[in-house]
């Protein structure tokens, strides 16, 4: 069966005349006629009775009949679905949320208090296409990913983590850490690579650590007293209210660096652009920012 030839099936089961049905198809009558037949002998079923000049629906065809009209006006509205979708597609802002989810999520909320209209959606696939991206470059601040259209570099201090009750309010050098117990993110995070990389230039060595894949986790842990741990210093939140402290670290270069990017596939949404913008302020407000 072929979808035209099915088609033609659901005119003539309308006009019920196949001369009729011929001219409205702008077909010859003997090719519509010989389409008919071929249906039928596909089906192994009479689709057509005739009466007088005129032909009705067996009751066959009336079934088959019930069952393309919704099938049929299913695949003609294909076309505008397409449309729609992707005109959906170019008014959806996707963000590559690979560091600093919290900051991210932070943004996307403010940005809908202000534009309710505004739709997202949430990639962390490193290699996935997006129209706005955060995530930890290295610490020259080279970017992670090439061929960016614009992008904002935010540079934070990473300090440490204490639990309040040992009444540190900064760390020399981290020699100061050496056989502590450390709680840290998992591996797989861009904010534990830094931290290694960033150990292992100073030669210091982190013991076997606690490792979570939540922040909110390490500050609990922390708090509660089951070691220290590093924590970037706006990124994350504040430590304010919990019972553990925030702890800078004497080394300058000690630091996080992140990059907030419009990728070039951005240029067809133009709500990205300006959630893009936004981005840049409201981390701005709390990064000291400089464009890369």
């Given amino acids: 069966m072929e979808l035209q030839q099915l088609k033609y099936f659901l005119d003539i089961a309308q ?4 001369t009729a049905s011929s001219k409205r198809l702008n077909v010859a009558q003997p090719a519509l006629s010989h389409s008919m037949k071929k249906l039928e002998s596909e089906l192994g079923v009479r ?3 005739r009466v007088g000049r005129n032909i009705r629906l067996s009751r066959e065809g009336e079934y088959l009949a019930g069952l393309l009209n919704p099938a049929i006006a299913a695949v003609d509205a294909v076309p505008d679905k397409v449309r729609d979708f992707a005109k959906g597609e170019q008014q959806t802002v996707v963000v590559g949320m690979h560091s600093a989810s919290k900051l991210v999520i932070a943004a996307i909320a403010e940005y809908k208090v202000r534009n309710p209209k505004a739709k997202f959606r949430i990639s962390q696939d490193p290699s996935g296409a997006c129209d ?4 930890t470059v290295r610490a020259d601040g080279a970017p992670a990913v090439a061929g960016p259209s614009r992008s904002m570099l935010f540079r934070e201090r990473i300090g440490v983590a204490l639990p ?3 009444g540190i ?3 020399g050098s981290l020699d100061e850490l050496e056989g502590r117990q450390f709680v840290m993110l998992a591996g797989s995070k861009g904010f534990r690579r830094v931290c290694d990389e960033l150990c292992a230039a100073r030669g210091f060595v982190v013991g076997n650590a606690i490792e979570s894949d939540s922040p909110d986790a390490v500050r609990e842990l922390i708090g509660l007293g089951l070691g220290v741990g590093f924590w970037p210093e706006f990124s994350w939140g504040s430590l304010e209210g919990s019972s553990a402290r925030f702890a800078p670290v004497a080394d300058e270069g000690f630091v996080r660096c992140l990059e907030a990017t419009l990728e070039p596939r951005a240029k067809d949404v133009p709500e990205a652009r300006r959630f893009f913008d936004f981005v840049a302020a409201f981390v701005g407000d709390a990064f000291s920012a400089q464009p890369s």
Avoid: H, I, P, Y
């Fill in 15 to 18: 006009t019920q005349n196949m």
């Fill in 47 to 49: 689709l057509f009775d």
């Fill in 132 to 135: 706005v991206s955060m995530r």
């Fill in 164 to 166: 309040a009750s040992l």
């Fill in 169 to 171: 309010d900064s760390v």
